[in-house]
């Protein structure tokens, strides 16, 4: 069974970073895409960046460019999503997600959230101002 665990969250100040992890396991090949999305409140789920587990393919929102980055350590079967020059509206739940087969996957489709097939159970970022 697959299973997606999230940490790194928490409160910080506008400007400041943090790093968020997603540990991943029960995955038997590495035939797999992972994705960060996040949710504030009142608002839906945005698809904040993706990574195959190759890493040939990394796909960013625009609201994040050039902000955040995302990387992938397979060794650890982690992937990390780092945070710079936060903003308050990036304050959200943060969750990883996982799309299996993304070797034949369209990955024009990775900021939807219906295109996953695992997620995890989010992490809370909140930057004040």
């Known amino acids: 069974e697959v299973q997606l665990v999230e940490s790194g969250g928490g409160l910080v100040q506008a400007g400041g970073s943090l790093r968020l992890s997603c540990a991943a396991s029960g995955f038997t090949n590495d035939d797999y895409a992972i994705s960060w999305f996040r949710q504030a409140p009142g608002k839906e789920r945005e698809g904040v960046s993706c990574?195959?587990?190759?890493?040939?393919?990394?796909y960013y929102a625009d609201s994040v460019k050039c902000r955040f980055t995302i990387s992938n350590d397979n060794a650890k079967n982690t992937v990390y999503l780092q945070m710079h020059r936060l903003k308050p509206e990036d304050t959200a739940v943060y969750y990883c997600a996982a799309h299996k087969s993304a070797k034949t996957w369209v990955f024009s489709l990775w900021a939807l959230w219906s295109e996953y097939d695992y997620w995890g159970q989010g992490t809370q970022v909140t930057v004040s101002s």
């Open positions: 990574i195959s587990s190759s890493s040939d393919s990394i």
